[in-house]
Antibody
């Protein structure tokens, strides 16, 4: 069955780089787009970016300069890297196929 | 970027009541191929979002038919015909016609 699972550090220091992995099963990354979405505590959903089935990417305009999304199709993984983290980047980070979502991973930016 | 404006921000309903949520876009979501990439999601407390409606009016897998979506261009509506207790949570519209994708701010459905 289709599953997505996020993994990564729960705590990141300010100005450091966040690296998250989304491991998928039940479908091929070359057939579906996978997106990243985040949700600060008590707030709404924010679309971060996506990697399309063909491998091209799109990013949130406000985050574009700090973001990189890539994939390793042999491992069925989508990778998110965001640099220069600030406290405002504290959020639950989800990966999603649109119709299926991971459980999310909480990332706290704090010294 | 496309701005999606959801109204109301909070909705109080009784069980069995029918309610509607509006999602208005800052520009038309109809693309050159005739597709409209407007989606509705429900996020229950403590859970990941769940897809309710895709492409304006198509019911997601396993979604009860008391949910329906309608609209075109810049104006879209999600209707729940007979609210049930499991429908409580925050509803979001999302557009994927114009990159980057954007979400509305959400509508919280609570019990009156």
């Amino acid at each position: 069955q289709v599953q997505l699972k996020e993994s990564g550090p729960g705590l990141v220091q300010p100005s450091q780089t966040l690296s998250l992995t989304c491991t998928v099963s039940g479908f091929s990354l070359t057939s579906y787009t996978v997106s990243w979405v985040r949700q600060p505590p008590g707030k709404g959903l924010e679309w971060i970016g996506a990697i399309w089935s063909g491998g091209s990417t799109d990013y949130n305009s406000a985050l574009k300069s700090r973001l990189s999304i890539s994939r390793d199709t042999s491992k069925s993984q989508v990778l998110l890297k965001m640099n220069s983290l600030q406290t405002e980047d504290t959020a639950i980070y989800f990966c999603t196929r649109g119709d299926y979502w991971g459980q999310g991973v909480m990332v706290t930016v704090s010294s | 970027d496309v701005v999606l404006t959801q109204t109301p921000s909070t909705l109080s309903a009784t069980i069995g009541q029918s309610v509607s949520i509006s999602c208005r876009s800052s520009q038309s979501l109809l693309d050159s191929a005739g597709n409209t990439y407007l989606y509705w999601y429900l996020q229950r407390p403590g859970q990941s979002p769940q897809l309710l409606i895709y492409l304006v009016s198509n019911l997601g897998s396993g979604v009860p038919n008391r949910f329906s979506g309608s609209g075109s261009g810049t104006d879209f509506t999600l209707k729940i015909s007979g609210v049930e207790a499991e429908d409580l949570g925050v509803y979001y519209c999302m557009q994927a016609t114009h990159a980057p994708n954007t979400f509305g701010a959400g509508t919280k459905l609570e019990l009156k």
